[in-house]
């Protein structure tokens, strides 16, 4: 981690894993960390794909977006979920200001491009990153 970027701190790789120290075989191993402005984008991309009700320790938390996949692609609709991602990072995200949010359809795809731009609180530093949000097939 840059030591500009020491005050946002560091959290649990997502998806969790663990890395292993010391001699290969070694049984002991500890969970990976990210730093930075990679776990700020980390934490975006949870916040997006966790539905309401979904931790049961803070049912408040996320974004909802899965109740939108069966929902006509219009121009209410792109406006409701750029309102739902700038509430949810307003939220849950205290590390940064949203700067931009756009929601970008792409209709042969099925698929919603959702570009999110934003600074960091107290280092005046600007980032983004598109998520994309569709269904897969199981």
Sequence with gaps: MRPEDEFLGQGWAFPPAFVRHGPPGAERGEAALTAGVEDIRQSLGIILNTTLGERIMRPEFGCNLEDQVFNAMNASM????????????????????????????????????????????????RFNAVYPFYVTES
């Design 78 to 125: 792109v406006s409701y979920v750029e309102t739902l991602v700038k509430t949810a990072i307003l939220y849950h995200e205290p590390r940064i200001d949203a700067d931009q949010i756009s929601v970008v359809p792409d209709q042969l795809a099925g698929r919603l491009d959702i570009h999110v731009s934003w600074i960091v609180r107290g280092a005046n530093s």
